[in-house]
């Protein structure tokens, strides 16, 4: 692998924002982020894992008084939602932080310190936009306008229905305050700004030597070719991080959420009695995982701002492709989302399946298109047709006839199978293509099924019993190395199947060596039960209907 047992790994996801429940767009970048995580565990690595609720803003201070409640309440509940769905998901990080944390508000204050006494900072006077009737400037999400490069609606902020470019608040064309609907002035004001293109050499060299996706390095390298500008990192709101030194303000969420990152590893390893530095100011290799809509603030932002605080750069940029749902682009507003507690979970939908579906479907960097009937055709065929009744055929067998595991021994041909198929897994793993990895993963079972039918043990326990035992236990070897393999996907999956090959011990503790560790004979085996059951076409077709209504709903209310 490009990494190494002696690196200190971490894994972060971009933060969700706390202002909506999770929903299948969510899961395009967190089960990739653990599974990773679990894959660098299972091949000796050392790696912990952090995410956590973003919980400041312009858009969070709009929906909080929309829904009735201080921004506080507002993302508190946002906040246990998102960790209580990430502990069903079995997304299993070291620390689900907060960016409201005390911890996190010294942290981001810090940084902020370090990049005024570097030089990185210059305080001045601009013109923003002030909406009269509200009688208050208009920050980010208050404001909408047309963007001036594309010309689609945007937000004060960003171009987010077009060209996705970064924007700063005066640049809109008919600009206008999202409460009141009235045009806005620009008014005078004290603001603080980040010497971005003062980083513009280090950000193209950095990029072109950043690992991860592609999608990643190819987006921020052609931003930054095209010019960057000083970026306004304080905000006149009253919900967020004061801005060091000067209360009438406070940090642009954009300027301090990625922060929680680190300030997640201080409060982890304050609690661990572990060093955070050796991550954040030392030898530490980072690894973020986020969606394709942040890479300008992830391959460029970010790291202008640990390079001018002195902190370590990420290792890699790993950035996930689009999420779509029966075709169009993920829209709540228009009714094309799946919602994880609604959908999934209250119709108790498989969520090891979820996680083999999320990281299966597609490429990591390709668009996702869910659709339902793809969704069950993908678990009927390969989780239930291929990998559970390979296993459930192979333990039943066994528990019929043996009730043990058999005699026998690793032959030649099973070690040789298993090695290559953890050396392919590995190759894409260290590549981030995880369906790549799966897919390995899952010809180790059709290898294994193909072996079952060809040694017909159901004749040989009668012709010949000690090749029988031989070929079962070849059988039992490929479902232990497959536990171990799938566990990353599939977590609860590998421990009941663990389990049923007669294993003790944690499978989540196991290496991929392990996979080659013969199995000890004469080990008695519990009775099996299938691993997974099809999911009927009436489901389909609820989950359809319910999406089709979902629809119809949002576009009566947008009439």
């Given at each position: 692998?490009n990494?190494?047992?002696?690196?200190?790994?971490?894994?972060t996801?971009?933060?969700?924002?706390?202002?909506?429940?999770?929903?299948?767009?969510?899961?395009?970048?967190?089960?990739?982020?653990?599974?990773?995580?679990?894959?660098?565990?299972?091949f000796?690595?050392?790696?912990?894992?952090?995410?956590?609720?973003?919980?400041?803003?312009?858009p969070?201070?709009?929906?909080?008084?929309?829904?009735?409640?201080?921004?506080?309440?507002?993302?508190?509940?946002?906040?246990?939602?998102?960790?209580?769905?990430?502990?069903?998901?079995?997304?299993?990080?070291?620390?689900?932080?907060?960016?409201?944390?005390?911890?996190h508000?010294?942290?981001?204050?810090?940084?902020?310190?370090?990049?005024?006494?570097?030089?990185?900072?210059?305080?001045?006077?601009?013109?923003?936009?002030?909406?009269?009737?509200?009688?208050?400037?208009?920050?980010?999400?208050?404001?909408?306008?047309?963007?001036?490069?594309?010309?689609?609606?945007?937000?004060?902020?960003?171009?987010?229905?077009?060209?996705?470019?970064?924007?700063?608040?005066?640049?809109?064309?008919?600009?206008?305050?999202?409460?009141?609907?009235?045009?806005?002035?620009?008014k005078?004001?004290?603001?603080?700004?980040?010497?971005?293109p003062?980083?513009?050499?280090?950000?193209?060299?950095?990029?072109?030597?950043?690992?991860?996706?592609p999608?990643?390095?190819?987006?921020?390298?052609?931003?930054?070719?095209?010019?960057?500008?000083?970026?306004?990192?304080?905000?006149?709101?009253?919900?967020?991080?004061?801005?060091?030194?000067?209360?009438?303000?406070?940090?642009?969420?954009?300027?301090?959420?990625?922060?929680?990152?680190i300030?997640?590893?201080?409060?982890?390893?304050?609690q661990?009695?572990?060093?955070?530095?050796?991550?954040?100011?030392?030898?530490?290799?980072?690894?973020?995982?986020?969606?394709?809509?942040?890479?300008?603030?992830?391959?460029?932002?970010?790291?202008?701002?640990?390079?001018?605080?002195?902190?370590?750069?990420?290792?890699?940029?790993?950035a996930?492709?689009?999420?779509?749902?029966?075709?169009?682009?993920?829209?709540?507003?228009?009714?094309?989302?799946?919602?994880?507690?609604?959908?999934?979970?209250?119709?108790?939908?498989?969520?090891?399946?979820?996680?083999?579906?999320?990281?299966?479907?597609?490429?990591?960097?390709?668009?996702?298109d869910?659709?339902?009937?793809?969704?069950?055709?993908?678990?009927?065929?390969?989780?239930?047709?291929?990998?559970?009744?390979?296993?459930?055929?192979?333990?039943?067998?066994i528990h019929?006839?043996?009730?043990?595991?058999?005699?026998?021994?690793?032959?030649?041909?099973?070690?040789?199978?298993?090695?290559?198929?953890?050396?392919?897994?590995?190759?894409?793993?260290?590549?981030?293509?995880?369906?790549?990895?799966?897919?390995?993963?899952?010809?180790?079972?059709?290898?294994?099924?193909?072996?079952?039918?060809?040694?017909?043990?159901?004749?040989?326990?009668?012709?010949?019993s000690?090749?029988?035992?031989?070929?079962?236990?070849?059988?039992?070897?490929?479902?232990?190395?497959?536990?171990?393999?799938?566990?990353?996907a599939?977590?609860?999956?590998?421990?009941?199947?663990?389990?049923q090959?007669?294993?003790?011990?944690?499978?989540?503790?196991?290496?991929?060596?392990?996979c080659?560790?013969?199995?000890?004979?004469?080990?008695?085996?519990?009775?099996?039960?299938?691993?997974?059951?099809?999911?009927?076409?009436?489901?389909?077709?609820?989950?359809s209907?319910?999406?089709?209504?979902?629809?119809?709903?949002a576009?009566?209310?947008?009439?």
């Amino acid at each position: 692998m490009n990494l190494s047992k002696s690196d200190k790994i971490l894994v972060t996801c971009g933060l969700p924002y706390a202002n909506g429940s999770a929903h299948l767009g969510h899961l395009r970048t967190y089960i990739p982020g653990d599974a990773y995580t679990r894959y660098l565990k299972r091949f000796g690595l050392d790696v912990i894992f952090f995410c956590g609720s973003d919980t400041h803003g312009a858009p969070i201070e709009l929906a909080a008084v929309q829904a009735g409640l201080s921004p506080k309440e507002f993302t508190e509940k946002y906040h246990t939602h998102y960790k209580s769905i990430f502990e069903r998901l079995n997304i299993n990080v070291d620390l689900y932080g907060t960016t409201e944390a005390p911890y996190h508000y010294r942290r981001a204050q810090t940084i902020i310190r370090i990049l005024e006494k570097n030089g990185h900072i210059e305080t001045r006077e601009v013109g923003l936009p002030y909406c009269e009737t509200c009688q208050t400037f208009l920050a980010d999400r208050f404001l909408t306008g047309t963007c001036p490069y594309c010309g689609a609606q945007a937000r004060g902020d960003e171009c987010d229905q077009g060209c996705q470019r970064y924007l700063d608040a005066d640049q809109l064309i008919d600009p206008r305050c999202v409460t009141c609907g009235n045009p806005s002035i620009i008014k005078k004001t004290r603001h603080h700004f980040f010497k971005l293109p003062d980083f513009t050499d280090f950000l193209i060299k950095y990029n072109e030597q950043l690992k991860g996706t592609p999608l990643a390095r190819n987006y921020a390298l052609g931003w930054i070719r095209q010019g960057l500008k000083e970026w306004n990192i304080s905000r006149n709101l009253k919900w967020g991080i004061p801005y060091p030194d000067d209360d009438e303000l406070v940090l642009y969420v954009w300027a301090e959420n990625y922060a929680g990152y680190i300030s997640f590893t201080e409060e982890w390893a304050r609690q661990k009695g572990a060093d955070w530095e050796k991550y954040w100011i030392r030898d530490g290799k980072l690894v973020h995982f986020i969606g394709a809509d942040i890479v300008y603030h992830h391959a460029i932002f970010w790291p202008a701002i640990l390079k001018g605080a002195n902190y370590n750069t990420p290792y890699a940029v790993v950035a996930s492709g689009m999420v779509k749902v029966e075709g169009h682009g993920l829209s709540k507003s228009r009714g094309f989302v799946i919602d994880i507690e609604d959908d999934f979970i209250k119709n108790q939908i498989d969520l090891d399946a979820v996680r083999y579906y999320m990281l299966s479907y597609t490429g990591f960097t390709k668009d996702l298109d869910f659709v339902w009937k793809d969704f069950q055709t993908k678990m009927n065929n390969e989780l239930v047709g291929i990998f559970g009744n390979y296993a459930y055929r192979v333990l039943l067998f066994i528990h019929k006839n043996y009730g043990k595991i058999p005699e026998g021994s690793l032959t030649p041909e099973t070690k040789q199978k298993i090695t290559q198929t953890i050396e392919s897994v590995q190759k894409s793993v260290d590549e981030f293509r995880f369906k790549e990895a799966i897919d390995n993963t899952m010809q180790l079972a059709a290898y294994g099924n193909t072996t079952f039918q060809q040694c017909e043990p159901w004749k040989s326990i009668k012709e010949d019993s000690t090749r029988c035992q031989s070929d079962l236990y070849q059988c039992l070897q490929l479902l232990k190395a497959i536990a171990i393999l799938i566990e990353p996907a599939m977590p609860t999956v590998a421990e009941r199947l663990w389990l049923q090959v007669g294993q003790t011990g944690n499978v989540h503790e196991t290496t991929v060596k392990d996979c080659l560790e013969p199995l000890t004979s004469e080990i008695k085996l519990p009775k099996p039960k299938v691993l997974f059951t099809k999911m009927p076409d009436e489901i389909v077709e609820k989950m359809s209907t319910i999406l089709t209504h979902r629809i119809k709903s949002a576009r009566s209310k947008a009439n």
